[in-house]
């Protein structure tokens, strides 16, 4: 398997792959379609839909002593497992909420109000749940905001600008995993060693939400206080945020039934169908695992799974970027300009960001859905860009991003019609 180039699913398996999700390949009416927004949503798959409906149908109570009470509480103690082969977690809480952006905002709280120190670190690249999180708390405990700009050739964050702000007062570091804008990974690894290092004590926060589907996850390898995902982006269902939580962070101050347990950060009852999404993510994973490994430990078998999803993404983006067969790249159709570009696909998730010469990113969508194509507009006005594109000295892109279950034939229709945007536009100026 190439590390640096990526390597594609077998045929057979790719077809398999795409009959397991709900309009790969066509929108609810039938009409063909490519979804390249898959960093904004993701494709659904069929048995996380399932699960959930077969689930959530059940009137019963989880917090019950009768058999079916008794059923859902194993199907949320084996989400509560799954969760945990996800990340590769062994102790800490599982905490469930409507929102991963819900639950940042009660992790970065707890911290902050309740950890000493002067001041706290981000990135300029964070998502707003993160920053927005970081900004209120330094305002309401009187702390100093310290922010690490970006990278504007690599679209990421260098571990230096991150750790080169870390002293003996900071009391919280909240950093993303990969940036949602253009796809860049942080060295997360680097970063919380240089990080610990600097300040033994430090709490330590990562927003996962866009990378969780791309690759794996392994929290013994780097060691954080917090790390959330959304189902939603990761094949399964909108209605809940996954986090986790280191046990010093777990038992801190926040809001809490009386007589739970200090480290429970649920309110109510949780939603075992939820838990049931997680399961069928885990288990799809799994299965993509099965034809490459015959190791019978789930978290194995799933990371094999991981592992061969971020390969097959990987060669599907350098498809994207140098073609497919006689199909140019974006990196050589005339008029597009690739933002962030450089050729260690090693550090880049299944994300790029382009512009075109003369023609604005939101006249662009609108002419890739008339050719059947959706990717989204980044634009310096949206609540959710501004600051990372103005970090970049842009003011917009147009933000593709595929998902494994696509294939080199897909990246060539729509490499086609980019360069079909792009001559139409030329001759019209």
Not at 317 to 332: C, E, H, M
């Amino acid at each position: 398997m190439s590390s640096t180039q990526g390597q594609l699913f077998s045929e057979s398996l790719m077809e398999q792959i795409k009959s397991r999700f709900h309009y790969v390949d066509h929108d609810m009416d039938g009409r063909e379609r490519l979804f390249f927004d898959n960093a904004g949503g993701s494709f659904r798959l069929k048995a996380a839909l399932e699960a959930y409906a077969r689930v959530d149908a059940l009137p019963d109570c989880p917090e019950r002593i009768h058999e079916r009470a008794i059923y859902l509480q194993d199907i949320q103690a084996q989400g509560e497992a799954d969760i945990r082969r996800v990340l590769n977690a062994r102790d800490g809480s599982i905490y469930l909420s409507l929102t991963a952006s819900a639950a940042m905002f009660e992790m970065v709280r707890a911290v902050m109000e309740n950890v000493p120190g002067s001041n706290a670190v981000t990135t300029i690249l964070e998502h707003p749940s993160s920053f927005d999180a970081m900004k209120l708390y330094c305002e309401r405990t009187g702390k100093t905001l310290r922010v690490a700009p970006s990278n504007a050739a690599t679209g990421g964050v260098d571990v230096d600008a991150i750790v080169s702000l870390i002293d003996d007062d900071t009391a919280l570091l909240s950093v993303m995993y990969a940036s949602n804008i253009s796809g860049a990974k942080l060295d997360i690894a680097a970063i919380v060693e240089r990080a610990r290092a600097r300040k033994p004590d430090i709490f330590i926060i990562v927003d996962a939400v866009q990378h969780a589907p791309h690759a794996l996850i392994d929290l013994q390898a780097t060691p954080v206080d917090g790390i959330n995902f959304a189902p939603y982006k990761f094949f399964g269902c909108r209605g809940s945020g996954v986090t986790w939580l280191s046990d010093r962070l777990a038992v801190l101050p926040h809001h809490r039934l009386d007589a739970k347990e200090k480290g429970a950060w649920e309110l109510g009852s949780p939603a075992p169908a939820q838990f049931a999404v997680v399961s069928a993510m885990v288990d799809y994973v799994a299965w993509i695992g099965s034809h490459f490994s015959d190791a019978a430990d789930r978290r194995e078998v799933f990371a094999q799974g991981m592992q061969r999803i971020e390969a097959h993404e990987r060669a599907l983006l350098a498809a994207l970027l140098d073609g497919v067969g006689t199909q140019r790249g974006l990196r050589k159709i005339e008029g597009i300009r690739v933002f962030w570009d450089h050729d260690d696909l090693t550090q880049r998730d299944l994300i790029a960001g382009i512009g075109f010469d003369g023609l604005d990113p939101t006249a662009a969508v609108r002419e890739y859905e008339k050719r059947g194509v959706i990717v989204y507009e980044r634009i310096g006005t949206s609540l959710y860009s501004g600051r990372m594109l103005k970090s970049f000295n842009l003011e917009g892109a147009v933000r593709v991003s595929p998902l494994h279950c696509h294939t080199p034939n897909d990246i060539a229709k729509f490499l086609a019609v980019t360069e079909a945007i792009a001559n139409a536009n030329r001759l019209s100026r």
